[in-house]
């Protein structure tokens, strides 16, 4: 079965400082992999989603950027944190042959 | 419109009760539908999926109604440890769209 990893589980950031958040995929080849955004108390914000090495499709803009350098590896950065990046950052997969997605634990950050 | 929409609650029920949450969709070529639960600072987890005739586990019961374009989440006795958020997900196409939750809240 799959399982992904995701690190650091949370950080706090000052305004203007890079980030950058790493998803790991075990248990699946060629997955779709995606980034996910929860704010405190709202409902999930999908940011990038990736179907292959160095395929990225963006679904808001921002000052966020992805990027997938190996089939199971999936980066979320930023080269200056915004105080509304704060939120709760999930990394999530395809579940092999369903339509169904998985998620790492996240990455809570918090920007001050 | 939202494409997903939920009553983010809070609902508070005693232990035992029986409490039903809809879901409502604008994509009508939704294929796909799920319902996914989320505890306080975790992330979501699979629930259950809605099949178009119904479908059954345990205490939970999905329902699905394309004609009025809601699912439908049905919880029998209502344990303390059912308190989380449950997310309505939908697929129109090869993208899930989240709901934005709704809060339950079971009360000993």
């Known amino acids: 079965s799959q399982t992904i990893h995701q690190w650091p589980a949370t950080l706090v950031q000052p305004v203007g400082s890079p980030l950058s958040l790493e998803c790991t995929v075990e248990?699946?080849?060629?997955?779709?992999l995606y980034w996910y955004r929860q704010a405190a108390g709202r409902g999930l914000q999908l940011l990038f989603y990736?179907?292959?090495?160095?395929?990225i499709s963006s679904e808001v803009p921002q000052n966020l950027s992805a990027s997938r350098p190996q089939d199971r590896q999936f980066i979320l950065s930023s080269k200056k944190l915004l105080l509304s990046d704060s939120g709760f950052y999930l990394c999530?997969?395809?579940?092999?042959?369903?339509?169904?997605?998985?998620f790492g634990a996240g990455s809570r950050l918090t920007v001050l | 419109r939202k494409e997903v929409e939920q009553d983010p609650g809070p609902f508070n029920v005693p232990e035992g009760a029986t409490v039903a949450f809809n879901c409502t969709y604008s994509?009508?070529?939704?294929?796909?539908f799920f319902w996914y639960r989320q505890d306080c600072r975790k992330e979501p987890k699979l629930l259950m999926s809605?099949?178009?005739s119904g479908n059954e586990d345990g205490r939970f019961t999905a329902q699905l109604n394309r004609a009025s374009q809601y699912i439908s989440l049905l919880i029998r006795d209502s344990k303390l440890s059912d308190s989380a958020t449950y997310l309505c997900?939908?697929?129109?196409?090869?993208?899930?769209?989240f709901g934005g939750g709704t809060r339950l809240m079971v009360k000993p």
């Open positions: 248990g699946t080849s060629n997955p779709n």
């Open positions: 994509n009508s070529a939704s294929q796909s």
């Open positions: 990736s179907v292959g090495i160095g395929q």
């Open positions: 809605v099949y178009s």
């Open positions: 999530a997969c395809h579940r092999a042959g369903a339509n169904v997605l998985t």
């Open positions: 997900v939908v697929t129109p196409g090869n993208m899930l769209t």
